[in-house]
């Protein structure tokens, strides 16, 4: 089942997420005494996680139970303006009480292969995973990029192709540089997966995402497809400009998809 929450803009968009965000983690520790979050990089989820750090949001979240990982890193280093730990960190995690040892980021200034593979034994002692075991996330944040890319899996990768690794590292030719990204078959055992998509400049990606049948040519975000765990497109109307008539549930693709519309 997917949703589409389309929303009046930025600010509305990272508003609905930050209170699903503290919705799940106060259910979450209640029935498991912590909260697993996967975040994301790139200028969208900036506001959310700015708005979770204000003390309308950051009161409210149990952050002694909170753990973070990430979705995909820059292979730059921690203080590099392109980092993904960078940016959480300076909007969110130096302004709320999460102990240090609950942060868990990907090393982007190590060589690319041995960052990857830490990564994964690291998730894998997280987790108590064995043999083929997968990580199950209790929240995944995702972006969209304009060529439909997602996390740091773009059209033609064959980090797509991955089925048994956790983590791999990806060199992107369309910015001729490493990346380091969880792999589809993580992303799709998650529990929750929120996708945040602002801008008009993503509305032809959304639209071909949702609306796209052709199997052969599935761009990488419409690869994300939680096995058992629930998938919402939180977008501002900007990039949900090309969609058909949202506001009355357009978006629906087939039976097995029902679109909720806000």
Not at 5 to 31: K, T
Not at 179 to 191: D, G, K, M, Y
Not at 207 to 215: S, V
Request: contains cysteine; positive net charge.
């Amino acid at each position: 089942m997917a949703e589409i929450v389309v929303c009046r803009d930025l600010e509305d968009l990272s508003r609905r997420a930050a209170a699903e965000f503290v919705r799940l983690a106060l259910e979450s520790v209640r029935s498991r005494d912590r909260f697993t979050v996967a975040l994301s990089g790139g200028a969208t989820p900036r506001a959310l996680y700015s708005l979770l750090a204000t003390a309308e949001f950051r009161e409210k979240i149990p952050w002694p139970q909170i753990h973070l990982f990430w979705g995909d890193e820059r292979c730059v280093p921690p203080n590099h303006r392109d980092s993904n730990y960078g940016l959480a960190y300076e909007t969110l995690i130096s302004r709320v009480p999460i102990p240090k040892e609950n942060v868990y980021r990907m090393k982007g200034g190590e060589d690319p292969q041995i960052a990857a593979f830490d990564y994964e034994q690291a998730l894998r002692q997280f987790f108590g995973l064995s043999g083929r075991g997968l990580p199950r996330f209790d929240l995944i944040f995702l972006g969209l990029g304009e060529d439909g890319h997602t996390a740091s899996l773009f059209p033609g990768s064959e980090v797509l192709q991955e089925k048994r690794r956790l983590v791999c590292a990806a060199y992107v030719k369309r910015f001729k540089s490493n990346r380091l990204t969880l792999t589809l078959p993580v992303l799709n055992n998650a529990a929750n997966i929120f996708f945040l998509v602002a801008g008009e400049r993503k509305a032809s990606a959304l639209r071909e995402i949702l609306y796209g049948k052709d199997a052969r040519r599935l761009l990488p975000a419409q690869r994300v497809r939680p096995m058992k765990g629930r998938l919402v497109w939180f977008v501002d109307a900007a990039a949900g400009s090309l969609l058909v008539n949202p506001s009355s549930g357009g978006v629906d693709r087939d039976p097995k998809e029902k679109a909720s519309m806000s």
